[in-house]
């Protein structure tokens, strides 16, 4: 809407400058050219007239009252203005005119567009004052069609052809039409809108005080209406070089990135839409904001829709979500923050501090939200390097109907960004008076082998009650434990030019329970394996061989909770209940020494480590020589005891 405005504003300037483009010495000869620019509008079926025309000689001001245009053409459908007065006008050759100053007053127009459905539009300008104008003494003839990208394309190519050091309106009443029942019909109004530094379709500087609008929309039963005011909006450096050549119908072959807004600002945004619901928006900033015209292309989505209005088919969707993806691709903005913004509801007030976004990370930080169990809160939740573009692309290839979505297509979301993270949520449980408390929950990935990721990490801190109605949780809570603290380290990566694939190190600590820490070492492991086809993966992991495995169970009351169990099931005390587990641990070391000398001493050691509490378990495990990973698996199901024999086993305690 803000682009008709500015082009309608350079439009009326330039019809002023068609009017205008005369002798400026002699009265008669003025009225005769301001003739003849009007009647090439007739000559192209449409009707125009004028009033009195005026001319001063001493100041080269010009006057020319109560114009009125109707377009023979369905898009500029009337154009009246009461009074353009040029001050200092001159002719500085026979295409161009300048002018100190032009004021045109009671400006008025209606356009129509017939993009899939009927818009239309009336403007009403009280006042509009350019400075320093110069520009050609008669403007373009506009499109003949209804499109709206057609007129966009139509006043960008006006801008183009003037310049001026300050185009002004005080005020601007919008009121659009969208058809009895339509949703999209209101009223909009620009205060204070100031164009600064027009060059040949670039502007230093376009600001608004203020923009407040009603629209109607569609609600099932009722009319309703939603409003808004956003103030302080600010263009800084716009470009409409690379928009021209984007919208161009014949295409563009530019691959580069062109510059359209260094940065568009504003100071807040509110919105209301239904009683009792409202939103406040702090300030935004956007920069450095440019496209790549052969991807950029709006119009070619716009051919892909229905022309009656009716839902797309699959294919279209197809078709349209592919082309979204492009347009993606050829979009792209340096750095975005929105302030602070709250969301008022009959339930209660939503509040987030801040929305970021560079070209590696989008992030919602300061996030207090109602819920029906209590207040949600969470300070920080980031995608890193999110790809709209990918996202769009990946939604595209789901779109087969009848086909559910294949295992390499679902996998193909890790494409679309390279990890996500979540810091300081606090959260209710349940029905319950307690909170979950998460303080990181942060996950990343790479080294995509197809659509696999070869490499991954996963780090968790949280802290959530314990549950009553959780069987699996009742021992803990009968001996005390009403919480549970949970850090979890684990991180895994694939070599591919040594074949190693490393787990190192995958750490659980349960703060109030044991720690426990695994890395373990794969070797030959054949890139073949990354792939969704099961028959491959199962062929190629016969190459695999295991490597050596490190285990340590730090213990920090799990021991203990084990023995109060014992001792409450045995009915015994908990000095008898620990000794008796120590000698069944021993006596099964017994059993299995026969057929692994090293079983001995590894009860040995796990024995010691339960006698005393807070201890350390170590246990290191290596392959008494080459070991296939899907041989070991087939006894381990079968035998575990001959699959412990092939290893050689450390274990040792300490405190």
Known sequence: MKRILIGLIALAVLGAGGWLGFNLYVQHRATAEVEATFEQIRKHGGKASYGKVGFELATRTVTIEDIAIESGQPNLALLRIAKVTAVGARQADEARFSADSIEMRGVEAAITTSDRTKLKANYKIPEITARDFSGPIRAASPPLSGSMLDMYRFMLAQYASVSASSIVAPTIAVNVDAGTGNAGSGDFVYSALAILNANRGKIETAKT?????????????????????????????????????ALDPQGSSDDNFHSIYRRVSANSYALTMAPGVRVQIGNFAIDDIAIQPSKFRPAEIMTLMPADGSIPTAAQSRDMTAKVADLFEGFRIGKAEIGTQTVETPQGTARLNAVKYDEEKFALEGLDMPMPQGQFKMERFALKSFSAAGLFRWAAGLNNPGQPPSPDQMLGLFRVLEGAEIKGVVAPYKNTRQFVTIDTLSLNWGQLVGSIPSKANLVLKMVTPTDPANPAERPLIMAGVDKLAINLDFGAAWTESSGAFALAPATIDLGNLARAQARFALANVPRGVFTTDPVQAMNDAGQIETGAIELSLRDSGAVDLVVAQFSRIQNVSRAAARSTIVEMIRAQGEKLASSNLDARATADALADFVSTSGQTLSLKLTPLGKLPVLQLMDVLNSEPVIALAQFRIEASTGL
């Open 209 to 245: 005080d203020r923009i407040t609008y009603s629209l109607d929309v569609a609600q099932p039963g009722k009319p309703a209406k939603m409003t808004g005011e956003l103030s302080g909006l600010t263009v800084h450096d716009f470009d409409a070089t690379a928009i021209t050549a």
